[in-house]
């Protein structure tokens, strides 16, 4: 099945207790890309500028990964600075300099018209509307999104939301766009809007999916003693939901629960180390360990 | 089986968005006993005032609990007061009146002293080794502390650890204990000294176990939506698992796993209501379904 992703390719200069990066690959649709492609084939739209190194992105390409669509502009690539504290729950960004992103416009090549399942990484909602304008009737659409266009373009905001189908947002940004504090009632309110199937990532915490019947599916994060940087870990969860529903081809509950523990393997990689260094190579069966180690700290006999 | 709780009997005023009320029944060791007592007979050791109405203990005794331990003395009951914020995680202390609680030493009865299954709740070190002294050969001793035991009395605590075989804290107990922020690596360190089963409380994002050998079992919170008062949730989350486990007789990892999720069960009742309303007259079947969600809430295929 085919798989769109349109969000932001970037370079990261980030520092932790554990070390720190500068200029290192990144972006939220790099990230996702990077989970997603070990399960489908990814198309990608993005924008760099003429500094970026094509080659960083091999990796992606030997895993089929359909780069038509990222765009090179004259320019600088978009650069994103963060340092983390002692916990690595607290975060400043240092800087944000948009760069050629800033004027960014998606522009779907007509090879990715008919990609059935569709990730709206985080950019303006307006944008985001703008990718579901130039797709012929996706199968299934899931869209990030955070405080800043809660923020200031709520009404973009509600529109595109009324076309898609999964919110992939973290707590604090579920209780603001919908204005309530408890996560259920939250997602009652959500489901209003349009989405049938909401994900909330709480980091550290793992990622609580509530169906559009008000039932729950919980998977936690997975318990790492090495942990290097977080950055990237909610696009790679992403990654790994959206590349295994596209992989599994039918959508139902079971392939919903799977696929947000193979989110969650995906994430518990990619904070391993910095950048996305450990996403690039990994293999088939420490995957497939990863998602067996969730099942095994979760599963026990019912009454 | 036979389980013993130590801890305290006390009355709770308590403010939350949802409402307030006072000197209503509390305290550590009426929490667990209203929680396990479903599960097991419960011999109870704690200290009242003579203000304190006996009566409010029938449902206890109705269900199996031996009251013998719980010393009424001259002087006013243990009173707290709280107050949560809107996100009910956030709680101020308002007031602490220690009362007849201040000079508790707990005392033993001889019926009591072959008990196989003991919960030493938060209380001073000192006292939970000397309770542990008047026991014949437990089978089981589990044991929660604090924040003030940590900085304050860390060698007496660390002295009954070793006599320990679960400890039962939350995350920001574990770090400071350990000095490690990582839990798996605080895990690590608390194994030294001691216990052999780590239990983090995480409030609203679940529980984590970890076993000797470094492998976890997760619990989440069961995500509700109506949630009028956090008090006491901890101890209840301690009640239903030594409750389940004395129960069951036997201890395995198995048995460990579902008590964690009987302890989320009755915890996720706790705070349903203010006191322990909810806790009061629960039917099997409640108890049952809800675990049961918790079930559907957490499984999936493996590779």
Chains 1, 2 share one sequence.
């Not at 990622?207 to 997975?222: G, H, N, Q, T």
């Amino acid at each position: 099945m085919s798989l769109l992703v349109v969000g932001s390719l970037a370079l990261d200069t980030v520092k932790t207790p554990f070390g720190s990066v500068e200029d290192a690959l990144g972006g939220a649709a790099v990230y996702f890309s990077s989970a997603a492609s070990y399960f489908s084939p990814v198309k990608m739209v993005g924008v760099v500028g003429d500094d970026f190194d094509a080659a960083a992105l091999d990796y992606l390409k030997a895993r089929n990964t359909d780069l038509r669509g990222v765009e090179t502009r004259n320019g600088k690539t978009f650069r994103w600075g963060g340092v983390y504290g002692s916990d690595l729950n607290s975060r400043e960004t240092t800087f944000t300099h948009l760069n050629v992103f800033e004027s960014f416009q998606p522009k779907i090549p007509a090879e990715y018209r008919d990609s059935e399942y569709v990730f709206l990484a985080n950019i303006g909602p307006e944008l985001q509307a703008d990718v579901l304008n130039q797709i012929q009737g996706p199968k299934l659409v899931a869209l990030d999104t955070m405080n800043y266009w809660i923020d200031g373009s709520l009404s973009a905001l509600r529109e595109v939301l009324r076309s898609v189908q999964v919110l992939v947002i973290n707590d604090s940004e579920a209780q603001q766009l919908s204005g309530e504090w408890n996560l259920v009632k939250a997602a009652r309110a959500i489901f209003k809007m349009g989405p049938e199937l909401l994900i909330v990532k709480k980091g550290e915490h793992g990622a609580l999916m509530i169906f559009k019947d008000v039932s729950f599916f919980y998977a936690p994060a997975y318990p790492l003693e090495v942990l290097h940087d977080p950055t990237g870990a909610g696009d790679s969860f992403a990654g790994g939901f959206m590349g295994y529903l596209a992989q599994a081809g039918e959508i139902n509950p079971d392939h919903f629960k799977r696929a947000l523990v193979v989110g969650s393997t995906m994430a518990s990689f990619c904070v391993e180390q910095f950048s996305v260094k450990r996403l690039v190579d990994l293999s088939q069966g420490e995957i497939e360990e990863r998602f067996n180690e969730f099942w095994r700290m979760t599963q026990f006999q019912p009454f």
